[in-house]
């Protein structure tokens, strides 16, 4: 079975590894994608266990566990990764995508990771809000010609 971050030939040689406590995650990146494999896989102790202690008892157990099983997971898209193996914090902007109840979801998170006596734990996340839309090519008003084509006004055409 291939990992479900997308990096990993195997869950055990990618993130399982990290799951199972045979190694500590090198980057906060690798982290987030153990993570959001835990989640797939309803591990939910290592989301708790991976949680920084100092806000360890903000984590909803019983609600991760919930989420875990009622999501059909879709994959993960990493988006920025900062922080090493030299360093003590870290950011991860990401999108985890689901289905619940028969619609896609996309939840995307800037999250922060700290390391702690050499090993990086999930401090706390903030929702990434979607970009708005910008229009490529100017706006047409209302008695402007109509871009299709047809020389009527675009409130009389197109823009009814």
Known sequence: ??????????????????????????????????RYSAYVQGEIDWVVESHD????????????REWSGAADWAGLT???AKGGEGEDEGVV????????QGRLVSHRER???KKRNGRWY?????????QPVVREGPKVGR???CTCGSGKKYKKCCGR
């Open 93 to 100: 902007e990401f999108s985890a995508r689901y289905q619940m």
């Open 143 to 145: 008695n402007d010609p």
């Open 122 to 130: 999930y401090h706390d996340g903030e929702m990434v809000k979607a």
């Open 53 to 64: 202690p100092e806000t360890r008892h903000e984590v909803d157990e019983k609600g991760a």
């Open 78 to 80: 990493v988006h920025e």
């Open 1 to 34: 079975m291939t990992c479900p971050c997308g990096l990993g030939p195997s869950y055990d040689e990618c993130c399982g590894r990290y799951i199972s406590g045979k190694e500590l995650a090198p980057t906060p990146e690798a982290l987030m994608r153990s």
């Open 111 to 113: 999250a922060i990771f």
